[in-house]
């Protein structure tokens, strides 16, 4: 461990700011990449499945 | 691959290498405008524009540093071995500024050759290392041997 | 030479089974590396002698950056197979792959803007290497919006592919722009054929986060394609059977 405590952990030798929003935003960019297709994917299904209902019906 | 494949792909890559080229060429062209700064020995030899706002880059002079005791002011000497310029900027230095630095100063060169800066940025080089590795290093002499990422101002 | 494995590669079926078998095990090897890269290279990489912690922001900025590059690498190998050997497949990967790259481009940028607040006390700097960076994320914005502007699926693949080739000539512009030119970015930490300029204690935490970035792009990557080969061939036969079961399963 490189830090003493968890208040020095969070400062980052004051500049606690630039690196938090680094990690912040790259993390939220990557989830946002790895939910948008999972998303798509349920939609796409939930889509075919109301076709298909509606072409059983017939 | 039959010849159908085999000419599209010739074709692609002749397009491929007419764009890298113009590309080259144009570049070299340009070689002057893409540098980001001059270094003093272009400044000496009157490579840089007079008159207008510059940017000069460098190592900062060992024991040049002279800070003004009521003001913010400050000049220093960059070098890059072979010339150096004088700089001297009103406001606040960045973290890393510090003798044996890279800088670059954004400014006007005056009459005396002074170089007039009202932006000064600090330039790192590629070498990281942690802080006890550092001062063992400077203890024993052997700093030197890793600055050799500071060559591209000693051209 | 046999080429019968290069065809295969072509089939969208073939490539949904094998995506398929590999994307749980890229998903969880992604998260896990970086996962441990993060915590390593926030708590326990030691810090630089000269940037202090700010030094951390490498272990995004880095890996983004190969990632920005490698994509569009990638784009430019699509394109070229696309063209040449007319593989449907291939422009359903460059498609795919674009706005990821974009994505990875504007995180390298982002972090690189707030490293250089604190490092080189200017946000950016129009010197070679962040300009031919923008550049980077430009070509990316016009292979997606070219993408999605031919409504013809065989023309746009045929225009995105040309674009991604002839952009591929701004890759070795931004990796030599540091070489050529006088940059405020300094040159490459990692090199080929040298041993990295830092202590392994902080280059390993970079390699995690790396190798991590990459099996990342290749789990979206695949979850991308997989969608969208289900969307181009929904008319066969073996994409009816599969949406069924796969709609059974959820319903």
């Not at chain 3, 708590?43 to 202090?52: K, L, N, S, T, V």
């Not at chain 3, 990295?196 to 979850?223: D, K, R, S, T």
Request: aromatic share 12%; glycine share 8%.
């Amino acid at each position: 461990m490189n830090f003493s405590s968890f208040a020095d952990f969070i400062a980052m030798g004051n500049h606690g700011l630039y690196v938090w929003t680094s990690y912040g935003i790259s993390l939220a960019v990557l989830l946002l990449n790895a939910a948008l297709p999972l998303l798509a994917r349920r939609r796409y299904l939930q889509e075919e499945a109301r076709r298909l209902r509606r072409e059983e019906m017939k | 691959m039959n010849p159908v494949r085999k000419k599209r792909l010739f074709i692609i890559l002749a397009i491929l290498a007419g764009v890298g080229i113009a590309v080259a060429l144009a570049l070299s062209a340009l070689q002057q405008n893409i540098n980001l700064f001059y270094t003093p020995s272009q400044i000496a030899a009157g490579e840089a524009p007079q008159g207008t706002r510059i940017r000069a880059g460098g190592l900062v002079e060992q024991g040049s540093v002279e800070r003004s005791s009521d003001s913010l002011g400050v000049s220093f000497r960059v070098t890059d071995g072979a010339s150096t310029v004088t700089i001297r900027y009103q406001g606040i230095l960045p973290d890393l500024f510090r003798e044996g630095q890279g800088i670059v100063a954004l400014g006007r060169v005056n009459e005396q050759g002074v170089l007039v800066a009202d932006e000064v940025l600090a330039k790192h080089d590629e070498n990281y290392m942690p802080p006890e590795v550092s001062q063992a290093l400077e203890k024993s002499g052997m700093m030197k041997h890793y600055e050799g990422g500071k060559q591209e101002y000693q051209q | 030479m046999n080429w019968t494995w290069f065809h295969k590669l072509g089939s969208p079926k073939w490539f949904y089974e094998i995506s398929g078998r590999w994307l749980p095990w890229l998903a969880w090897a992604a998260l896990l590396l970086i996962a441990v890269g993060t915590v390593w290279g926030l708590a326990f990489a030691p810090q630089d002698y000269q940037q202090g912690n700010s030094f951390r922001i490498i272990y995004i900025h880095v890996p983004a950056a190969f990632l920005a590059q490698s994509i569009y690498v990638m784009l430019a190998v699509a394109g070229l197979v696309g063209l040449v050997w007319k593989m449907k497949l291939a422009d359903v990967a460059l498609q795919q792959a674009a706005p990821i790259g974009a994505w990875m481009t504007f995180i390298a940028l982002l972090t690189g803007a707030v490293w250089g607040k604190p490092t080189w006390g200017a946000w950016w700097v129009w010197d070679a290497r962040l300009t031919s960076m923008l550049i980077l994320l430009f070509l990316y914005f016009g292979v997606i919006a070219l993408g999605q502007a031919i409504s013809n699926r065989d023309s746009a693949a045929k225009a995105c592919a040309v674009l991604s080739i002839v952009g591929v000539v701004n890759i070795p512009i931004i990796k030599y722009s540091v070489e050529w030119w006088n940059t405020l970015h300094q040159p490459a930490t990692f090199k080929v054929t040298e041993k990295p300029a830092m202590p392994v204690e902080m280059w390993l935490p970079l390699l995690v986060m790396v190798i991590g970035f990459y099996c990342f792009f290749a789990a979206v990557l695949l979850m991308r394609m997989r969608l969208e080969v289900l969307r181009r061939e929904a008319r066969s036969s073996w994409v009816k059977s599969e949406i069924r079961t796969l709609v059974g399963k959820d319903a």
